[in-house]
T-cell receptor, first 112, second 112 residues
Framework: QKEVEQNSGPLSVPEGAIASLNCTYS??????FFWYRQYSGKSPELIMF????GDKEDGRFTAQLNKASQYVSLLIRDSQPSDSATYLC????????????FGKGTHLIIQP | DVKVTQSSRYLVKRTGEKVFLECVQD?????MFWYRQDPGLGLRLIYF???????EKGDIPEGYSVSREKKERFSLILESASTNQTSMYLC???????????FGSGTRLTVV
């Protein structure tokens, strides 16, 4: 059974600080990793993906992957109240329509 | 950008009714998925399809069926709606899990 684990939160971070969201996964064969943002009552939106060990930066967002530790994280710099949402980690282990395994998400609250 | 369109944003149906949820994508994706999302339970896969007229059961197929007669359209059918099927239903499409999914805007279904 492939599993993706996230702390459900809520994670409360002051405005302007760095928010750090973490995710662990069970399948060592996992190949690609995704972060989705989901606002309350809305559908998930892809914000970052990473395939290789190390860091990948896109604006205020940085995804970090450590395959040896089976760990992926998302850093949000200069957090804004508009970043308040649930963040879903998703992992692909290969095999076409075999699809993604999702974590249950971390609820992030940015305090003004 | 890929667009995934779900026909209804909100639906209210009566117990025992047959309910159709429609999903259309415009980027010729092979793979399409239906999830339901409930508080504390995360995303749960109901059915997926990797080709026209092909379907595979996900984790919670009971009480649901699907139809994929055309590549762009994937329908979820609740044969006889029950109150425990009240949920947010999300459709997604992809060319393969390696590239992530694009979600539709979701249908909030209430069965009374």
């Amino acid at each position: 059974q492939k599993e993706v684990e996230q702390n459900s939160g809520p994670l409360s971070v002051p405005e302007g600080a760095i928010a750090s969201l973490n995710c662990t996964y069970s399948d060592r064969g996992s190949q690609s990793f995704f972060w989705y943002r989901q606002y309350s009552g809305k559908s998930p939106e892809l914000i970052m993906f990473i395939y290789s060990n190390g860091d990948k930066e896109d604006g205020r967002f940085t995804a970090q992957l450590n395959k040896a530790s089976q760990y992926v994280s998302l850093l949000i710099r200069d957090s804004q109240p508009s970043d308040s949402a649930t963040y879903l980690c998703a992992v692909h282990s290969g095999g076409g329509a075999d699809g993604l395994t999702f974590g249950k998400g971390t609820h992030l609250i940015i305090q003004p | 950008d890929v667009k995934v369109t779900q026909s209804s944003r909100y639906l209210v149906k009566r117990t025992g009714e047959k309910v159709f949820l429609e999903c259309v994508q415009d980027m010729d994706h092979e793979n399409m998925f239906w999830y339901r999302q409930d508080p504390g339970l995360g995303l749960r896969l109901i059915y997926f399809s990797y080709d026209v007229k092909m379907k595979e059961k996900g984790d919670i197929p009971e009480g649901y069926s699907v139809s994929r007669e055309k590549k762009e359209r994937f329908s979820l059918i609740l044969e006889s709606a029950s109150t425990n099927q009240t949920s947010m239903y999300l459709c997604a499409s992809s060319t393969g899990g390696l590239y992530g999914y694009t979600f539709g805007s979701g249908t909030r279904l209430t069965v009374v």
